[in-house]
């Protein structure tokens, strides 16, 4: 892969961090690290950029591609700052409300957009078993849980949302339950939504199909965001060669 000329933004957060990491390990030139309002001056010798200079920035610096983990509205004006200048975008960020998520597809009808709430392959992975067994197992109860370090702010994860989705396109019906308290007796077609936040555990996901006297339960940890990064990596070499338009992760793999 040559070298590509890369933004981050959220650039002093832990995956902006994890991210400039992971891209001079590969060679790649981060030409742009954007926080808003920079706590330090540099990480690995790139000089921060106050996100309020970002625009003017842009326009002096090439940029092949930009990487975006900050939080949702930021995300959108990033998207949109991309589109302007036909810049392609890997958006990271996750917690996205309906009318930022349209904004998102807007931005991708006029560059590359590639949005993923989570880069790991092992979710990928974890995607697939989970529609086979969904199929191979109807009428199974199902319950989700996610656990997350205790400084995340969106819950339930972006990546048990897309679970859930995923269960629901296969069970035809399916209604959330966001955890459970007093009386509370299960009913169909509920599927247990379950959050923790401790410490600093990187990303743990749980899906737990249970009837006929067995239980299957599907889990994937994340130790290390480095491997976020190297997915969101992966994508970004992907996403310098697309014509404009809303890809997702899956695209990426589904190439290699
Ligand atoms: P973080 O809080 O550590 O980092 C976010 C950074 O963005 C902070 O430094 C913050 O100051 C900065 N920021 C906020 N607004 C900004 C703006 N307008 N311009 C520039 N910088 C700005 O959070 P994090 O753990 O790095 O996670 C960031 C996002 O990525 C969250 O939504 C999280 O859920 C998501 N995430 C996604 C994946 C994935 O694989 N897709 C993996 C981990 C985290």
Do not use: C
Request: glycine share 8%.
């Amino acid at each position: 892969m040559s070298p590509v000329r890369l933004a981050v933004t959220g650039a002093t957060g832990r995956m902006g961090r994890a991210v400039i990491d992971a891209a001079i390990d590969r060679g790649h030139d981060v030409v742009l690290a954007v926080n808003r309002s920079p706590d330090r001056g540099s990480i690995q010798d790139v000089e921060i950029t106050d996100s309020a200079d970002v625009e003017t920035r842009l326009e002096d610096r090439p940029v092949d591609v930009i990487v975006d983990f900050t939080g949702p509205e930021s995300s959108v004006r990033y998207a949109e700052m991309a589109a302007d200048a036909r810049i392609p975008i890997v958006v990271g960020t996750t917690g996205f409300d309906e009318g930022q998520s349209d904004r998102l597809a807007a931005a991708a009808t006029r560059t590359p957009l590639l949005r993923a709430a989570n880069f790991s392959r092992g979710i990928y992975a974890l995607q697939r078993a989970v529609e086979v067994a969904a199929r191979a197992l109807p009428g199974y109860n199902i319950e989700v849980t996610e656990t997350h370090h205790n400084a995340k702010l969106d819950a339930p994860s972006g990546t048990a949302k897309e679970l859930l989705a995923l269960i629901d396109r296969i069970r035809g019906e399916s209604e959330p339950v966001h955890g459970r308290e007093g009386h509370a007796p299960r009913q169909d077609p509920e599927v247990g939504v379950h959050a923790r936040r401790a410490g600093d555990i990187t990303g743990e996901h749980e899906v737990l199909l249970a009837a006929n006297r067995e239980t299957l339960e599907l889990t994937h940890r994340a130790s290390d965001r480095g491997v976020f990064a190297a997915g969101a990596l992966d994508a970004a070499e992907w996403l310098v060669d697309q014509d404009p338009g809303y890809y997702e992760f899956a695209a990426v793999i589904e190439d290699s």
